[in-house]
Nanobody, 125 residues
Framework: QLQAFGGGLVQAGGSLRLSCAAS????????IGWFRQAPGKEREGVSV????????LNANSVKGRFTISRDNAKNMVYLQMNSLQPEDTAVYFC????????????????????WGQGTLVTVSS
């Protein structure tokens, strides 16, 4: 089970940190992705953390602004979001897949079998 939290309302240029709590499995063994879905748009991948500290990927739209990280001791995954813009407004979801996945599949929703409930991020201009 995954539970995402930490969303809220923030002004443009501000920061938020989203958290994803995992229960029932160990995050260190999982590929973790943060996805977002804006109103009227498809769900898109934002950041991915490969299992066992084997690297991260970020979508072009968030490179240099968002950082995904993991705290194995707390079994938590985080998404630090800086320099937020109104176009970042969306419901953010954390998702997990077992084991290592090839790069070409990391942005596909179908790669992930576990999903959190989503947390709303609203960025005002």
């Amino acid at each position: 089970q995954l539970q995402a939290f930490g969303g809220g309302l923030v002004q443009a240029g501000g920061s938020l940190r989203l958290s994803c709590a995992a229960s029932g499995f160990t995050v260190a063994d999982l590929t973790i992705g943060w996805f977002r879905q804006a109103p009227g748009k498809e769900r898109e991948g934002v950041s991915v953390l490969r299992n066992r500290e084997s690297g991260t990927l970020n979508a072009n739209s968030v490179k240099g602004r968002f950082t995904i990280s993991r705290d194995n001791a707390k079994n938590m995954v985080y998404l630090q979001m800086n320099s937020l813009q109104p176009e970042d407004t969306a419901v953010y979801f954390c998702a997990a897949a077992k084991g290592r996945k090839i790069t070409s599949t990391l942005w596909a929703i179908t790669t992930y079998c576990y999903w959190g409930q989503g947390t709303l991020v609203t960025v005002s201009s």
